[in-house]
T-cell receptor, first 113, second 114 residues
Framework: GQQLNQSPQSMFIQEGEDVSMNCTSS?????WLWYKQDPGEGPVILIA?????ELTSNGRLTAQFGTTRKDSFLNISASIPSDVGIYFC?????????????FGTGTRLQVTL | NAGVTQTPKFRILKIGQSMTLQCTQD?????MYWYRQDPGMGLKLIYY???????DKGEVPNGYNVSRSTTEDFPLRLELAAPSQTSVYFC?????????????FGEGSRLTVL
């Protein structure tokens, strides 16, 4: 099946720092979605991207659909303690059933005061 | 603001037992999904449905069954529980499938098979 590689797997940062994470695939994707999962909860969508090169913001979060269509990036500016959680990328490949999302393995973010 | 509701939240099963994880959504979404999440891993699609009466296999369907008799409900059945099915199960729904269907998830059901 499709593979999505997320980097980094985990990160510790200090409050106020900016965060960057990325997701790469082995094939071309038509859609990229970024989700956040809090402990004991289901994933919640943060940002959806539908066109190569698209740059979309949601508050302090900014995500980009890579121009090669094989990657996506998520940036968090001025991190705060409630940013703690696991961030998942998800995407729909160009080929195959459009209803199926492929998920990355997640980036675990921990923020220290 | 119920969204996607899953029950139970936690369950312990013995090997060979059967159970059904319930999922209901009140957003009138056509598409519904079941995923499992193993520790340190992403979500794997078990089954999905594009509407009442229509279901299809995902990436890891073995050991599971589903049905979709109504738009709102999409139960997941485990017939003969095995330790490999210990996982957290998430139900999700979306208004559309295809390229623009953003998934909304339930809070998860943590299943342990001993």
């Amino acid at each position: 099946g499709q593979q999505l590689n997320q980097s980094p797997q985990s990160m510790f940062i200090q409050e106020g720092e900016d965060v960057s994470m990325n997701c790469t695939s082995s094939s071309i994707f038509n859609t990229w979605l970024w989700y956040k999962q809090d402990p004991g909860e289901g994933p919640v969508i943060l940002i959806a991207l539908y066109k190569a090169g698209e740059l979309t913001s949601n508050g302090r979060l900014t995500a980009q659909f890579g121009t090669t269509r094989k990657d996506s990036f998520l940036n968090i500016s001025a991190s705060i303690p409630s940013d703690v959680g696991i961030y998942f990328c998800a995407g729909r490949p160009e080929t195959g059933t459009a209803s199926k999302l492929t998920f990355g393995t997640g980036t675990r973010l921990q923020v220290t005061l | 603001n119920a969204g996607v509701t899953q029950t139970p939240k936690f369950r312990i099963l013995k090997i060979g037992q059967s159970m059904t994880l319930q999922c209901t959504q009140d957003m009138n979404h056509n598409y519904m999904y079941w995923y499992r999440q193993d520790p340190g891993m992403g979500l794997k699609l078990i089954y999905y449905s594009v509407g009442a009466g229509i279901t299809d296999k995902g990436e890891v369907p073995n050991g599971y069954n589903v049905s979709r008799s109504t738009t709102e409900d999409f139960p997941l059945r485990l017939e003969l529980a095995a330790p490999s099915q210990t996982s957290v199960y998430f139900c999700a729904s979306s208004k559309r499938g295809g390229l623009t269907g953003e998934l909304f998830f339930g809070e998860g059901s943590r299943l342990t098979v001993l």
